[in-house]
């Protein structure tokens, strides 16, 4: 899998809009970009995902550079429970595939 | 979403004895699961996959004879830490996929093992 790199934190006010970007310059054709998030002492949650169109969920929107080599996952109302660490992973979507997680970015939401 | 849920949430056990958590895919079958390990402030390390009905792979540095792994029917995984020293202290996380999550995984929601 191709690796991610990801800015280690990033401080949002309540209420406004959360961007986080990523880079994924190595990623391969057929690698979907996709975005987890950790609450403290919790398991991931799966948010969304995308190959290379622009994806939005009722969690976040997904925005994928035309060259793939990056991408912003935006909160559009962050709220102080979306404090996390937010995880961009790339792989192939076919198949319960195993993740590789780097550090992620520690987003926190002040009031 | 699937529901993956793990059992327990925490334990606690003394060096030397070996502990059991279980990972239960609770709406959905899962041909695949597979276990992390986070310590803190880190993120997570993929310990193992495993298949149902067959040995688990594990990833480079896990020692198999020490994280058992078995996968015996479709809803259900289980990770033996045995003869447990404090170095194994973590926070546990399996995840499942297969089925009509065919290509996806779903997380539970952690298991935290203190060894004293």
């Known amino acids: 899998d191709a690796k991610t790199t990801q800015p280690p934190s990033m401080d949002c006010a309540e209420g406004r809009a959360a961007n986080l970007p990523c880079n994924h310059s190595?990623?391969?054709?057929?690698?979907?970009v996709y975005w987890y998030r950790q609450i403290h002492s919790q398991g991931p949650q799966y948010i969304i995902h995308?190959?290379?169109n622009n994806e939005t969920n009722e969690m976040a929107s997904l925005i994928i550079t035309e060259d793939r080599k990056s991408s912003t996952l935006i909160l559009p109302h962050a709220t102080l429970r979306d404090t996390a660490v937010y995880y961009c992973?790339?792989?192939?979507?076919?198949?319960?595939?195993?993740?590789?997680f780097g550090q992620g970015t520690r987003l926190t939401i002040n009031p | 979403g699937a529901v993956v849920s793990q059992h327990p949430s925490w334990v606690i056990c003394k060096s030397g004895t070996s502990v059991k958590i279980e990972c239960r895919s609770l709406?959905?079958?899962?041909?695949?699961m597979f276990w992390y390990r986070q310590f803190p402030k880190q993120s997570l390390m993929l310990m193992a996959t495993?298949?149902?009905?067959?040995?688990?792979?594990?990833e480079q540095g896990v020692e198999k004879d020490k994280f058992l792994i078995n996968h015996a029917s479709l809803t259900l995984s289980t990770l033996t830490v045995t003869s447990a020293h404090p170095e194994d202290s973590s926070f546990y996380i399996c995840?499942?996929?297969?089925?009509?999550?065919?290509?996806?995984?779903?997380f539970g929601p952690g298991t935290r093992l203190t060894v004293t």
């Open positions: 995840s499942a996929g297969g089925g009509r999550a065919a290509n996806e995984q779903y």
């Open positions: 190595t990623i391969s054709g057929n690698e979907y």
């Open positions: 995308g190959l290379k």
């Open positions: 992973i790339v792989r192939v979507s076919q198949g319960a595939q195993k993740l590789v």
């Open positions: 709406d959905f079958q899962a041909t695949t």
């Open positions: 495993s298949n149902e009905g067959s040995k688990a792979t594990y």
